[in-house]
């Protein structure tokens, strides 16, 4: 497995966990629209490129927020796919590392990527809305965590704390 892939999951799961547990302690941003749809998003979006870069032999199950009954259960959604992650992506070898793919999502012109570059993405995306949602945080009173890169490596590369 690459390396660099690796810490990106690595630290995709930490940084998910850390924000979860800042919105969960501040009850205006637990109880903000935006920041649940965004947290949906990010979720949903995660498990499209899982499913992307997998098999496809299923067809993907899109949600919505209002599928959801409560944010914990939205957080057991984000929790599932992190547990599944390790798995998934131990099973990548190099090659299919750097096979291309069609990404469904775009038809006008196609897009076709490696399945390095479609799990790269992943991670950024997730890391922007992260963002967003630090930002939305911090306008609603709460204190974002420190979620970059680099502070999860400064730390020592810690597993997640999903809290309660």
């Not at 940084?15 to 903000?32: S, T």
């Not at 469904?104 to 479609?118: D, G, H, Q, Y």
Request: proline share 7%.
């Amino acid at each position: 497995m690459n390396p660099l892939l690796r810490d990106f999951y690595g630290h995709q799961v930490w940084a998910d966990a850390e924000h979860w547990r800042a919105i969960e302690a501040h009850p205006a941003a637990r109880d903000d629209e935006a920041i649940t749809k965004r947290l949906h998003h990010i979720h949903l979006v995660q498990r499209a490129f899982r499913w992307a870069v997998g098999d496809r032999q299923a067809p993907f199950v899109l949600t919505k927020p209002e599928d959801f009954r409560s944010l914990a259960d939205l957080k057991s959604y984000a929790r599932e796919y992190h547990e599944e992650m390790p798995g998934f992506m131990e099973a990548f070898t190099n090659a299919r590392l750097d096979e291309k793919i069609e990404m469904p999502w775009f038809r006008e012109p196609p897009l076709a990527i490696t399945v390095t570059e479609a799990l790269t993405q992943c991670a950024m995306h997730s890391h922007y809305h992260r963002g967003q949602n630090a930002t939305r945080l911090r306008e609603l009173g709460g204190e974002p965590p420190g979620t970059d890169l680099i502070v999860w490596y400064w730390k020592g590369r810690p597993a997640p704390d999903w809290g309660s």
